[in-house]
């Protein structure tokens, strides 16, 4: 099973570049001209277009709201001080260390301390 991943306006766009490299689909927010939508409609894309959606947004780590099992999947990053290269860091991490098929519908949380999934 492949995976595709949406990466959210709050994340560089190297971020893709990443997963990309992995060979691995990914798009951007920005690409799709979607700066500045809301959270709701953001969701909406990346769930109508079967991505797995990639943001440092915590409010898209509510179980009550996307419980796993019910989505195309999230990854959240999660860094005690933000950087660009940080993030790239994050992202390569998972990317070298992915299971492609346990993110599909799970909630995944990326953090220096390493990768959690909690699939539904």
Do not use: N
């Amino acid at each position: 099973m492949s995976v595709a991943f949406k990466v959210d306006e709050d994340l560089p766009v190297d971020v893709a570049d990443v997963f990309r490299s992995g060979g691995f689909d990914a798009d951007t927010v920005a690409a799709e001209s979607l700066l500045g939508f809301p959270d709701e409609k953001i969701w909406a894309c990346a769930q109508q277009a079967h991505r797995c959606l990639v943001t440092a947004d915590k409010g898209f780590a509510d179980a009550r709201s996307h419980p796993p099992g019910s989505h195309c999947g999230i990854v959240l990053l999660r860094l005690p001080r933000e950087s660009r290269a940080s993030y790239v860091r994050l992202a390569r991490s998972l990317v070298g260390s992915l299971d492609a098929k346990r993110l599909a519908g799970a909630m995944t949380v990326v953090a220096p301390e390493g990768v959690r999934v909690r699939e539904g």
